[in-house]
């Protein structure tokens, strides 16, 4: 199973404003840490934001940060909501195989989405940003 380019920016989003220990991060300075498209960043946090796990200060000096603590912000219910997941056609509702109607590989697919989604569950940010130090050096985040 592979998630999306979308996906991945927002873990990268979220690890970075969780590094940040409650302190503002832009999207252009996210952006340029990862060395990603401001663009593509832009999108991915107005997604996080209508989620709720983003918050934003508008105006100079404004910026994101995390709307929840890094332990609150389970990583399958992020993945669960930002990721379709829709394994093969039979999971769509063109249901362009003919054969959909008599077909186990949907139900085994079903099962095997749902085991990766329970694995991701037992695991929140909090996980992703340790150890603190590494990252921030790799991401030359001053110390909060």
């Known amino acids: 199973m592979q998630i999306t380019r979308f996906t991945d920016y927002a873990i990268r989003v979220l690890t970075y404003c969780a590094l940040r220990d409650g302190g503002l991060a832009t999207t ?65 509702s063109g249901n362009a195989c003919r054969i959909t109607p008599a077909c186990r590989m949907a139900a085994i697919l079903a099962e095997a989405r749902a085991a990766f989604l329970a694995a991701l569950s037992r695991h929140t940010l909090a996980e992703v940003v340790q150890p603190h130090g590494a990252l921030r050096a790799l991401l030359a985040i001053p110390k909060a």
Do not use: W
């Open 28 to 92: 252009q300075e996210i952006a340029e840490r990862y060395g990603i498209s401001t663009n593509h960043l832009v999108k991915v946090v107005q997604e996080l934001s209508r989620h709720g796990y983003l918050a934003a200060a508008r105006g100079k000096g404004g910026g994101i940060r995390l709307a929840r603590p890094p332990e609150d912000i389970n990583l399958g219910e992020l993945i669960g909501r930002l990721e379709e997941m829709e394994l093969a056609e039979c999971f769509g």
